[in-house]
């Protein structure tokens, strides 16, 4: 379609023998289509769930966030920069962001350094409720691990004062 292009090798190529999960990182180096245009990410999107019967495996596509979304701490499914037609075809969205301005003082106040901090959320996973946000930090190696939540509310609080970590994850 038009003058943009998609990936030519063969499909067993891009999978080591026996792989089930192919990464794309970023999912803009697997393509040159235009971001903004619903009908190329829709092509894109088709060509990755073929990809994906053909091989046998599933598709994890990392997907950078746009402005609007990086500025406000947004974390629903559309948070992706570009054309909606990407996360519209996909069976589950994970929005990895910073604290938002309220988790940040709730860090802080707990003695938490938020730049260390993101959030995870599954903003749309197929088959199941839209999900809370897990916290995760950011080691001295730069590896992001489960932590505990962030309180919110006095009743929070105290719930999570009696729970261990495990527990409320």
Sequence with gaps: RGSH?????????LVAEGGRL???DPLVMFHSANENDNG???HLARL???LARTIGCAVLAVHHTGQDALLSARDDHQAGRGATALASAARAVWVLRRLSAKER???????RDPISLRVLRGSKVSRQA????????MGPDGVLSMTAPLPTTPERRRAIGRATCTERL
């Design 5 to 13: 292009s998609f990936p030519t090798r063969r499909s067993s190529d």
């Design 22 to 24: 192919l990464i794309i």
């Design 40 to 42: 190329h990410m829709d």
């Design 48 to 50: 990755l769930i073929r």
């Design 105 to 111: 003082e709730s860090a802080e106040a707990e003695n």
């Design 130 to 137: 839209e999900q809370e946000g897990v916290v995760l930090g």
